[in-house]
């Protein structure tokens, strides 16, 4: 059985979470949610929680290096709301 938690940045409509994509040749574009591990409010649920990725990191998100995304994949150190 599964309970559904969500999770919320306080005082933001809305807010990005990492993903990457690829297409293959047997389902089309496969999409996928990158998770890393909780902080400490998101660990009262699981142990991962999925890369939020602040408004100052999307253009590192999307048109930096590899190696500039990979320090993106951390932990949220801001404000979080569980719900």
Known sequence: ???RTWLSV??????A???IWRDSDEWGRCFAMV????????????TRMPVIVAPADYAAWINGTVEE????????????VLD
């Not at 306080?10 to 807010?15: A, D, G, I, K």
């Not at 998770?35 to 699981?46: E, K, L, N, R, V």
């Not at 320090?71 to 404000?79: E, I, K, S, V, Y």
């Open 69 to 80: 995304a990979r320090t993106l994949c951390q932990p949220w150190a801001g404000d979080l």
């Open 10 to 15: 306080p005082n933001v409509p809305l807010f």
């Open 1 to 3: 059985r599964k309970t």
């Open 35 to 46: 998770m890393t591990d909780a902080c400490d409010i998101a660990a009262q649920c699981h």
């Open 17 to 19: 979470a990492a993903g």
